[in-house]
Protein backbone atom coordinates (compact mmCIF):
# COMPACT_ATOMS: atom_id res chain seq x y z
CA UNK A 1 0.00 0.00 0.00
CA UNK A 2 2.90 1.82 0.17
CA UNK A 3 4.07 1.64 -3.37
CA UNK A 4 4.23 4.58 -5.98
CA UNK A 5 4.12 2.66 -9.32
CA UNK A 6 6.19 4.69 -12.14
CA UNK A 7 6.05 4.60 -16.07
CA UNK A 8 7.80 3.98 -18.62
CA UNK A 9 11.16 3.04 -17.03
CA UNK A 10 12.87 4.76 -20.11
CA UNK A 11 11.63 7.30 -22.45
CA UNK A 12 12.77 9.07 -25.71
CA UNK A 13 11.29 12.33 -27.14
CA UNK A 14 12.50 14.69 -29.55
CA UNK A 15 13.29 17.81 -28.64
CA UNK A 16 10.40 20.51 -28.92
CA UNK A 17 8.44 16.98 -28.29
CA UNK A 18 6.36 16.59 -25.42
CA UNK A 19 7.87 14.16 -22.62
CA UNK A 20 5.02 12.27 -20.10
CA UNK A 21 5.83 10.15 -16.96
CA UNK A 22 3.10 8.93 -15.17
CA UNK A 23 2.74 7.28 -11.43
CA UNK A 24 0.09 5.78 -9.61
CA UNK A 25 -0.43 4.97 -6.01
CA UNK A 26 -2.50 2.89 -3.69
CA UNK A 27 -2.19 5.06 -0.11
CA UNK A 28 -5.02 7.25 0.11
CA UNK A 29 -3.48 8.99 2.66
CA UNK A 30 -0.79 10.66 0.75
CA UNK A 31 -1.03 14.44 0.73
CA UNK A 32 1.84 15.32 -0.91
CA UNK A 33 3.80 14.62 -4.23
CA UNK A 34 6.56 15.98 -5.40
CA UNK A 35 8.88 15.20 -8.21
CA UNK A 36 12.75 15.08 -8.29
CA UNK A 37 14.84 15.24 -11.38
CA UNK A 38 18.26 13.72 -11.10
CA UNK A 39 21.43 14.15 -13.28
CA UNK A 40 23.85 11.64 -13.76
CA UNK A 41 26.45 11.57 -10.47
CA UNK A 42 24.16 13.58 -8.57
CA UNK A 43 21.57 13.80 -5.90
CA UNK A 44 18.19 14.47 -6.82
CA UNK A 45 16.54 17.97 -6.84
CA UNK A 46 13.01 18.98 -6.29
CA UNK A 47 11.40 20.22 -9.71
CA UNK A 48 7.90 20.42 -8.76
CA UNK A 49 5.44 19.18 -6.26
CA UNK A 50 1.69 19.26 -5.88
CA UNK A 51 -1.05 18.54 -2.60
CA UNK A 52 -4.23 16.62 -4.12
CA UNK A 53 -6.58 19.92 -3.00
CA UNK A 54 -5.70 20.94 -6.69
CA UNK A 55 -5.65 18.95 -10.28
CA UNK A 56 -2.81 20.97 -11.76
CA UNK A 57 0.27 23.08 -10.92
CA UNK A 58 2.70 24.70 -13.81
CA UNK A 59 5.85 26.05 -13.56
CA UNK A 60 7.74 27.09 -16.56
CA UNK A 61 7.66 24.07 -18.75
CA UNK A 62 6.81 21.76 -16.08
CA UNK A 63 3.24 20.74 -15.16
CA UNK A 64 2.27 18.34 -12.67
CA UNK A 65 -1.45 17.16 -13.49
CA UNK A 66 -3.50 15.39 -10.31
CA UNK A 67 -6.22 12.87 -10.74
CA UNK A 68 -6.95 11.77 -7.12
CA UNK A 69 -10.16 9.19 -7.85
CA UNK A 70 -7.78 7.34 -10.23
CA UNK A 71 -5.14 7.52 -7.75
CA UNK A 72 -2.64 9.14 -10.28
CA UNK A 73 -0.36 11.91 -10.96
CA UNK A 74 1.91 12.57 -14.10
CA UNK A 75 4.40 14.84 -14.77
CA UNK A 76 4.58 16.85 -19.01
CA UNK A 77 7.12 18.76 -20.15
CA UNK A 78 6.73 20.91 -22.72
CA UNK A 79 8.74 21.63 -25.36
CA UNK A 80 11.41 18.93 -24.02
CA UNK A 81 15.06 20.35 -24.42
CA UNK A 82 17.89 17.83 -24.47
CA UNK A 83 19.37 19.58 -21.29
CA UNK A 84 16.04 17.89 -19.93
CA UNK A 85 17.85 14.73 -20.32
CA UNK A 86 18.03 13.19 -16.66
CA UNK A 87 16.27 10.43 -14.44
CA UNK A 88 12.94 11.57 -12.54
CA UNK A 89 11.37 10.16 -10.00
CA UNK A 90 7.84 10.72 -8.24
CA UNK A 91 7.23 10.61 -4.90
CA UNK A 92 4.83 10.69 -2.27
CA UNK A 93 4.40 11.51 1.51
CA UNK A 94 1.89 11.51 4.35
CA UNK A 95 1.92 14.17 6.90
CA UNK A 96 3.24 12.93 9.68
CA UNK A 97 3.69 15.48 12.24
CA UNK A 98 7.09 16.66 10.89
CA UNK A 99 8.11 13.37 10.18
CA UNK A 100 7.06 12.97 6.79
CA UNK A 101 9.04 10.38 4.81
CA UNK A 102 8.85 10.48 0.96
CA UNK A 103 8.20 6.88 -0.97
CA UNK A 104 9.66 7.17 -4.71
CA UNK A 105 9.31 5.74 -7.73
CA UNK A 106 11.77 3.78 -9.30
CA UNK A 107 12.23 6.35 -11.87
CA UNK A 108 12.27 7.32 -15.66
CA UNK A 109 15.69 7.74 -17.68
CA UNK A 110 14.66 10.46 -20.19
CA UNK A 111 16.66 11.03 -23.17
CA UNK A 112 15.79 13.61 -25.29
CA UNK A 113 17.25 13.41 -28.66
CA UNK A 114 17.71 16.71 -31.56
CA UNK B 1 21.13 29.87 2.61
CA UNK B 2 21.94 25.27 3.93
CA UNK B 3 23.94 23.58 1.98
CA UNK B 4 24.44 19.32 2.76
CA UNK B 5 27.69 18.12 2.86
CA UNK B 6 28.30 14.53 1.93
CA UNK B 7 32.21 12.68 2.15
CA UNK B 8 33.95 10.92 0.53
CA UNK B 9 32.17 11.45 -2.77
CA UNK B 10 33.77 8.42 -4.12
CA UNK B 11 34.79 5.06 -2.21
CA UNK B 12 35.82 1.34 -3.13
CA UNK B 13 36.01 -0.96 -0.21
CA UNK B 14 37.32 -4.64 -0.18
CA UNK B 15 34.49 -6.75 1.39
CA UNK B 16 34.54 -7.58 5.01
CA UNK B 17 36.13 -4.21 5.91
CA UNK B 18 34.31 -1.31 7.75
CA UNK B 19 32.30 1.63 6.37
CA UNK B 20 31.77 4.99 7.56
CA UNK B 21 29.77 7.63 5.54
CA UNK B 22 29.47 11.51 6.28
CA UNK B 23 26.42 14.08 6.36
CA UNK B 24 26.95 17.10 7.25
CA UNK B 25 23.94 19.99 6.83
CA UNK B 26 24.65 23.91 7.34
CA UNK B 27 22.69 26.54 7.76
CA UNK B 28 19.74 25.04 9.62
CA UNK B 29 18.89 23.60 12.92
CA UNK B 30 17.35 20.60 14.10
CA UNK B 31 16.94 19.20 10.55
CA UNK B 32 15.09 15.67 9.89
CA UNK B 33 17.72 13.84 8.53
CA UNK B 34 18.11 10.96 5.97
CA UNK B 35 20.12 8.10 4.39
CA UNK B 36 18.61 6.33 0.85
CA UNK B 37 20.72 3.97 -1.01
CA UNK B 38 19.93 3.92 -4.98
CA UNK B 39 21.52 0.81 -6.88
CA UNK B 40 22.51 1.30 -10.47
CA UNK B 41 19.42 2.53 -12.53
CA UNK B 42 17.30 2.10 -9.64
CA UNK B 43 14.92 4.49 -7.21
CA UNK B 44 15.89 5.56 -4.01
CA UNK B 45 15.37 3.22 -0.91
CA UNK B 46 15.17 4.49 2.12
CA UNK B 47 17.43 3.20 4.97
CA UNK B 48 17.35 5.32 7.97
CA UNK B 49 16.35 8.59 9.23
CA UNK B 50 16.54 11.09 12.29
CA UNK B 51 14.45 13.56 13.65
CA UNK B 52 16.91 14.26 16.50
CA UNK B 53 20.11 13.78 18.23
CA UNK B 54 20.55 10.23 18.92
CA UNK B 55 17.24 9.53 17.74
CA UNK B 56 17.60 6.62 14.92
CA UNK B 57 14.61 4.98 12.90
CA UNK B 58 15.60 1.75 10.48
CA UNK B 59 13.44 1.10 7.58
CA UNK B 60 15.38 -1.38 5.94
CA UNK B 61 17.19 -4.63 7.94
CA UNK B 62 20.72 -4.89 6.94
CA UNK B 63 24.02 -4.91 7.85
CA UNK B 64 24.40 -1.22 8.18
CA UNK B 65 23.87 1.13 11.22
CA UNK B 66 23.67 5.41 11.21
CA UNK B 67 24.17 7.49 14.12
CA UNK B 68 23.41 11.44 14.52
CA UNK B 69 26.01 12.19 17.01
CA UNK B 70 25.13 16.18 16.77
CA UNK B 71 22.21 17.83 15.37
CA UNK B 72 23.45 18.32 11.90
CA UNK B 73 25.71 15.27 11.23
CA UNK B 74 24.61 11.85 10.16
CA UNK B 75 27.24 8.78 10.10
CA UNK B 76 25.99 5.89 8.29
CA UNK B 77 28.49 2.78 9.31
CA UNK B 78 29.11 -0.98 8.72
CA UNK B 79 31.74 -3.60 10.51
CA UNK B 80 31.48 -5.37 7.40
CA UNK B 81 30.79 -4.49 4.37
CA UNK B 82 29.00 -6.75 1.39
CA UNK B 83 28.89 -6.99 -2.08
CA UNK B 84 25.42 -6.12 -1.97
CA UNK B 85 26.33 -2.83 0.01
CA UNK B 86 27.58 -1.38 -3.66
CA UNK B 87 25.53 1.35 -4.10
CA UNK B 88 24.84 5.53 -4.20
CA UNK B 89 24.07 6.92 -0.83
CA UNK B 90 22.11 9.50 -0.78
CA UNK B 91 21.82 11.96 2.24
CA UNK B 92 18.85 14.63 2.73
CA UNK B 93 17.46 17.02 4.87
CA UNK B 94 14.24 18.79 5.63
CA UNK B 95 13.10 21.25 8.01
CA UNK B 96 10.46 19.68 10.70
CA UNK B 97 6.84 20.45 9.60
CA UNK B 98 7.99 21.10 5.60
CA UNK B 99 8.03 18.14 3.26
CA UNK B 100 10.35 19.25 0.83
CA UNK B 101 13.68 16.94 1.29
CA UNK B 102 16.68 18.47 -0.17
CA UNK B 103 19.76 16.13 -0.92
CA UNK B 104 23.88 16.33 -0.75
CA UNK B 105 25.76 15.17 -3.64
CA UNK B 106 25.77 11.79 -2.93
CA UNK B 107 28.67 8.95 -2.05
CA UNK B 108 29.36 6.05 -5.15
CA UNK B 109 30.51 3.11 -2.75
CA UNK B 110 31.89 -0.16 -4.82
CA UNK B 111 32.66 -3.05 -2.74
CA UNK B 112 35.54 -5.60 -4.56
Known amino acids: QQQVKQSPQSLIVQKGGISIINCAYENTAFDYFPWYQQFPGKGPALLIA?????SEKKEGRFTISFNKSAKQFSLHIMDSQPGDSATYFC?????????????FGTGTRLTIIP | SQTIHQWPATLVQPVGSPLSLECTVE??????LYWYRQAAGRGLQLLFYSVGIGQISSEVPQNLSASRPQDRQFILSSKKLLLSDSGFYLCAWKQEYQETQYFGPGTRLLVL
Open chain 1, 50 to 54: IRPDV
Open chain 2, 27 to 32: GTSNPN
Open chain 1, 91 to 103: AASVSNFGNEKLT
